[in-house]
């Protein structure tokens, strides 16, 4: 690879210092590079990718930042079916594999074409009010429909291709892909996953029943999740937000509608690790992280 676009996210890399390391490297390689300029508004949130400044013959995105920035550059980018290498300045990463302790032979790995791609399954969701399309967008990580407002019971009524599920009574839904097994699923309880799998993994958050658990659903399997009334039949708000990013309001009686979308992100990976090994070494690092946090 010789021709890349970077993508910084300038609250970690601050005064862009790790990002000028990295085109001054790669120019001295005899590579091209361009940096995205500073990040836009999309929907009120601050995205540090911007599509139409990727030039033609880009061979590789370089994602400076942590899980977060390469989760909202995948989606920003997936229709340029570029891979996507994420380094990280954060302080765990489970998507974004360089470390900065290792930047520059990973670099000279991707220069020498020594590495493999991922291709990653995404979510499309569909928001629906009284049968109208309301909002619509992708997520390579997880797809989340959770009350709004109070701490009150709300109920989470689903269905699979149009069956009725259950009725769950819950602060949320995580509907997740493998990839975003390692996110908001795990805090909530919910299966790890390989991110190489295809599936859909629905976990309920602090459901009201000690009898729900995590259920797994195959790839080609339709997911509509309506939110039901409140306490005393109240209708209730809600919302689903899309990979932390995109968040679209709902209430009582509406759906969204989940399965896989057409497209899929392409993840450059250099490390010939399984996911079992990766799963260890950032547990390892995440019990490392709370040794050393002092205690009050």
Do not use: W
């Not at 999309?42 to 994602?63: E, F, I, N, S």
């Amino acid at each position: 690879m010789k021709s890349f676009y970077i993508v910084p996210n300038r609250d970690k890399d601050k005064d862009l210092e790790v990002t000028r390391q990295v085109t001054d490297y790669l120019a001295r390689n005899g590579c091209r590079s361009v940096v995205c300029q500073p990040q836009r508004e999309k929907a009120g949130r601050r995205h540090y990718t911007d599509p139409d400044q990727v030039p033609d013959g880009t061979d590789c995105v370089l994602v400076l930042g942590g899980d977060g920035t390469l989760l909202q550059a995948a989606r920003d980018l997936v229709d340029k079916k570029l891979p996507l290498l994420g380094i990280n300045l954060g302080r765990l990463g489970f998507l974004a594999e360089v470390e900065k302790s290792s930047l520059f032979p990973s670099l000279d790995m991707v220069i020498r074409d020594e590495y493999t791609i991922e291709e990653r399954m995404m979510a499309r969701g569909t928001v629906s009010c009284k049968g109208r399309v309301v909002g619509q967008d992708t997520a390579l990580n997880d797809i989340v429909i959770a009350r709004e407002g109070h701490l009150r019971v709300v109920s989470f009524i689903s269905y699979v291709n149009g069956e009725f599920l259950n009725s769950c009574s819950a602060d949320g839904m995580i509907i997740s892909t493998p990839t975003g097994s390692t996110g908001y699923n795990l805090s909530a309880g919910g299966p790890l996953v390989s991110p190489q799998a295809s599936m859909f993994i629905m976990t309920p958050v602090a459901p009201h029943t000690i009898s729900t658990r995590s259920l797994v659903f195959p790839e080609e399997d339709v997911i509509t999740v309506e939110v039901g009334a409140g306490h005393m039949y109240e209708s209730e708000k809600a919302f689903a937000c899309f990979d932390g990013d995109t968040v679209f309001p709902m209430e009582t009686g509406d759906t969204i509608t989940i399965c896989r979308a057409e497209t899929s992100v392409r993840i450059l990976k250099l490390k010939k690790l399984s996911f079992v090994e990766v799963l260890r070494q950032k547990m390892n690092s995440t019990q490392e992280v709370q040794r050393e946090t002092p205690t009050s």
